[in-house]
């Protein structure tokens, strides 16, 4: 059995889609997908434990071996981000419950399941497929579904929400397929290893630069990269929440996968150091996403739509860290990929709660929120400390990690404008921290007392909120990994 973990890792949850829709009642039908999702969680586990163990894992399907056939290909960063994008789902299915049973109508639950599954199922296939085409298959499996996903928001700012996304989506996922056709023409093969090694002897052609052009514009476009982001902030502010809590801690993780991958493991090194200044331009555009978005964000009353920026800002981070081009700049990028998702979900599934109780996250709704929803805001403190770069958080050892890599590169004033960047979200986490314990409460009576979220939710939330103090505390899991998986980017063995 556990030689098929590779094809069983995407093969559970896209077989569980369909079963959906035959599993009456609606909290049936989430403990069959929970279910699912801890499956592949689980797997996703034995799956890292056996890359560490004994290196990079081969699939072939059909009997045919790569590259004439179809090959799944895990190595440790791939593995990496499975770990993330199941346990992620796992833990926002594990509260989502209650959220959803409250924000989209039981008539259409049973297909926010099937949706959310194959959303699942394409992001595992994402970073599980070993060739450019299924690639781009997974890649607009999982994008289809997010369209859905997020449609189904009550707010019929929802369904132009969506519209938005797959314009630009489609665009993004064109781009991709473009640059996957030119790499055929060229080299005759769609298997990244394959690619990787029939590249560099037409390196120089116009062609292959023409097809990475297409692929990186088309990635950073999935992305949300600044400027490319357009499609996020709306997206993740009218989607359910348990939506965007999924969403903002999977979906962009696996882009940035995707910008590794074709960057590093398919066009090699040598190459993209050799087109223009690229690194610069990286380090540049991740810059002026980290303070653009975060200004933008300072000025939003509605919460989901201050994190959605404050995640185009965090982006930024991972693009900076990507640019920089050196062992530490990719582990420092990876393992924001970790933190990020941690901070990420753990801010929307408090924003969750609040919209189950409150039916609002505007900014003025949030007025006294402590004093009715202690623990809830207790974890939104939390998660925008994380957020801000406190030490003994996740958000600290990332950045600590980002500094050191621009320090090393004597690029001091990346440093800088880094730490200065991280100060702007002090600004608008305490904003939310101002409303909800030193404004005076909006709501009139409040005899009623404490009104928490259910235990499911709370629990879920609390499990995230622990997680961004262990994991910034014991740093042994996420450093370790992010530092062997850049080192596998850097010793050309992806």
């Not at 965090?314 to 530490?328: F, K, N």
């Not at 202690?374 to 050892?397: E, K, Q, R, Y």
């Not at 997680?467 to 530092?483: C, H, Q, S, W």
């Amino acid at each position: 059995m556990l030689i098929h973990l590779p094809i069983l890792q995407v093969i559970i949850p896209l077989l569980g889609a369909p079963l959906c829709l035959m599993v009456k009642g609606s909290r049936f039908v989430w403990g069959f997908t929970l279910l699912v999702s801890l499956l592949a969680s689980m797997i996703s586990v034995a799956l890292l434990w056996q890359v560490e163990a004994n290196g990079t894992l081969s699939y072939a399907l059909g009997g045919w071996q790569a590259p004439i056939g179809i090959e799944y290909r895990i190595d440790i960063l791939s593995a990496y981000l499975l770990l993330i994008v199941s346990c992620m789902s796992t833990i926002v299915l594990l509260g989502g419950y209650r959220s959803i049973e409250k924000e989209i109508p039981v008539s259409n639950q049973s297909y926010f399941y099937v949706a959310y599954l194959l959303c699942l199922a394409g992001l595992l296939g994402i970073v599980a497929a070993g060739d450019a085409f299924n690639v781009f298959v997974f890649l607009e499996i999982s994008s289809l579904a997010s369209y859905i996903l997020i449609g189904l928001g009550k707010d019929r700012r929802a369904l132009w929400a969506s519209f938005q996304y797959l314009i630009v989506g489609t665009i993004g996922a064109t781009f991709i397929l473009i640059g996957v056709g030119y790499l055929y023409i060229m080299t005759g093969t769609l298997n990244m290893v394959d690619l990787a090694q029939r590249i560099p002897s037409v390196s120089e052609s116009t062609t292959v630069l023409v097809a990475f052009a297409f692929l990186i514009v088309g990635v950073c476009l999935k992305l949300a990269m600044f400027p490319l982001h357009v499609w996020l902030p709306n997206a993740y502010a009218f989607a359910p929440s348990i939506v965007t809590a999924f969403l903002a801690a999977s979906a962009t993780k696996v882009a940035v996968y995707l910008l590794f991958r074709f960057s590093f493991g398919v066009f090699g090194i040598e190459l993209t150091e050799s087109i223009l200044p690229l690194h610069e331009v990286f380090i540049g555009l991740g810059l002026a996403g980290v303070f653009a978005a975060s200004l933008v964000a300072v000025f939003q009353q509605n919460i989901k739509r201050l994190f959605a920026y404050s995640s185009v800002a965090q982006i930024g981070y991972m693009i900076v860290g990507y640019g920089l081009d050196s062992v530490a700049g990719s582990m420092a990028s990876l393992l924001h990929l970790f933190n990020h998702a941690l901070m990420k979900a753990s801010l929307f599934m408090a924003l969750a709660a609040v919209v189950y109780r409150l039916g609002s996250v505007q900014l003025k709704d949030l007025a006294g929120l402590a004093s009715v929803m202690p623990w809830t805001a207790a974890a939104i403190v939390i998660g925008g400390l994380s957020l801000v770069g406190v030490p003994l958080t996740v958000g600290f050892v990332s950045k600590w990690y980002l500094v050191l890599a621009a320090l090393e590169q004597d690029l001091w004033w990346v440093a800088l404008l880094l730490v200065v960047g991280s100060l702007l979200a002090i600004v608008y986490v305490w904003r939310i921290v101002e409303q909800m314990y030193f404004a005076p409460s909006t709501s009139g009576d409040q005899s009623d007392g404490t009104r928490e979220a259910p235990i499911g939710l709370l629990t879920a939330l609390w499990i995230l909120v622990i997680a961004n103090i262990y994991f910034g505390i014991d740093t042994r899991l996420p450093v370790g990994v992010a530092e062997l998986a850049a080192e596998h980017i850097f010793g050309g063995r992806l």
